[in-house]
């Protein structure tokens, strides 16, 4: 069966420090990968979606980068964190198809102090 | 383009009482249709999904949803909430001849009182 991991589940960063998130899907190949990120009290932003490796397309413009170095791993990264970097981010994973369920892993808190 | 919207970012029932969360789509092709639920401090898990068939589609926990074309919606029902159904439901579409990414409602936060 499939199967998403992403860590570290929670970390505190300080202003202007990196950021490097990882995301490993296991059981599938070629699959599709998301980043969102859900702020507080706000529903889901489309960040980043791949469709191969090292194709990378962005929703939003922003201090944040994402990579996809090999078919199953997904890294969202910042050179210099804002504190309105923090929030509760997801990846996720999909096969190709529009009836297919997209499937998230279990969240990264950031809070950027 | 599609659109989804999510009335009532809260809703409030007894336990015992039905659950209806309702959402509403903007597509101009046949839509495919999904709910997810978010339970406090973790990922989304997809509750049910609508491709093509039956309308009427029934998912984990109790939960079922109806596709109504005519009305462009596809709301959440549960008959008798239970205390364990307090999260966070998403409704999300993907559309066919647009892109594949979907996109997801604000969200609807349940709330259930004993």
């Known amino acids: 069966s499939q199967t998403i991991h992403q860590w570290p589940a929670t970390l505190v960063q300080p202003v202007g420090s990196p950021l490097s998130l990882e995301c490993t899907v296991e059981?599938?190949?070629?699959?599709?990968l998301y980043w969102y990120r859900q702020a507080a009290g706000r529903g889901l932003q489309l960040l980043f979606y791949?469709?191969?490796?090292?194709?990378i397309s962005s929703e939003v413009p922003q201090n944040l980068s994402a990579s996809r170095p090999q078919d199953r791993q997904f890294i969202l990264s910042s050179k210099k964190l804002l504190l309105s970097d923090s929030g509760f981010y997801l990846c996720?994973?999909?096969?190709?198809?529009?009836?297919?369920?997209?499937?998230f892993g279990e969240g990264s808190w950031l809070t950027v102090v | 383009a599609q659109s989804v919207t999510q009335l009532g970012s809260h809703v409030s029932v007894s336990e015992g009482a039905l659950v209806l969360l309702r959402c509403n789509y903007s597509s101009s092709v046949p839509p495919y249709l999904f709910w997810y639920v978010q339970y406090p401090n973790q990922g989304l898990q997809l509750l049910l999904k609508?491709?093509?068939?039956?309308?009427l589609v029934k998912g984990i926990n109790g939960f079922e949803a109806e596709f109504k074309k005519s009305e462009t919606s596809f709301h959440l029902t549960k008959p008798s909430a239970h205390m364990s159904d307090a999260a966070e439901y998403f409704c999300?579409?993907?559309?066919?001849?647009?892109?594949?990414?979907?996109?997801f409602g604000r969200g609807t936060s349940l709330i259930v009182h004993p």
């Open positions: 999300a579409v993907r559309a066919s001849g647009g892109s594949y990414i979907p996109t």
């Open positions: 609508y491709t093509t068939g039956a309308t």
């Open positions: 996720a994973w999909s096969l190709t198809g529009l009836g297919n369920t997209i499937y």
């Open positions: 059981g599938t190949s070629n699959p599709n």
């Open positions: 791949s469709v191969g490796i090292g194709q």
